[in-house]
């Protein structure tokens, strides 16, 4: 009987352990979806200024998400913020950046298929230029303060076509001025 004793009690410390991460977890999905039918709003979910998702009443979840600044080519394919107007999600690159961007980039790349590219990363600098210009090209439309404007970016990405080394560098240029944007 002396050795079912600490059995017992390690058998009701997982259940109590197990049934408060239930109504953790429950209370966690539960308010996002209670919250957002009481205001009426759709249930997509929110990106905030400090890169956390949700609603603002939810509690922090378990899983490791990474944090998305404001300006990063993440961030605009997530479609948590509206596109400008002026260039629209299936703006062709051809069309946006001029015509001898085809060459490297097709006619048929959008804007949105740009900064949706993962294959940027130990692969061509074309590809890193293309991804963090469609970024800067958004940024300069919408953040005040940006470092480039849009005539600059179209001009700067147009530039950097003539060589690997060219496109790297500019592409770096690009990506310090969208990971530094607030």
Known sequence: MGS????????????????????????????VGVAAALEGESRRM????????????????????RAVGRCTPQFWSS?????????????AVSKVFGSRSVEKYGPRLTLLEATMRT?????????????QGSAALLNAYTRR???????????????????????AVQAERFEQANESCV
């Open 79 to 91: 479609g948590a913020e509206p596109w400008p107007n002026i260039v629209p999600q299936e703006a």
């Open 46 to 65: 929110r990106l905030h200024t400090d890169g956390s998702r949700g609603d603002a009443h939810a509690w922090p979840g378990y899983l490791y998400t």
């Open 145 to 167: 303060g940006f470092p480039f404007d849009s005539w600059e970016v179209k001009a700067l990405l147009l530039e950097a076509l003539v060589s690997e080394e060219a496109a």
């Open 119 to 131: 294959d940027d990363i130990g692969g061509s600098a074309f590809l890193k230029l293309v991804k």
């Open 4 to 31: 079912q004793a600490p059995l017992r009690s390690l058998a009701l410390a997982c259940f109590v352990f197990l049934c408060s991460s239930f109504w953790a977890a429950n209370g966690m999905y539960g308010r």
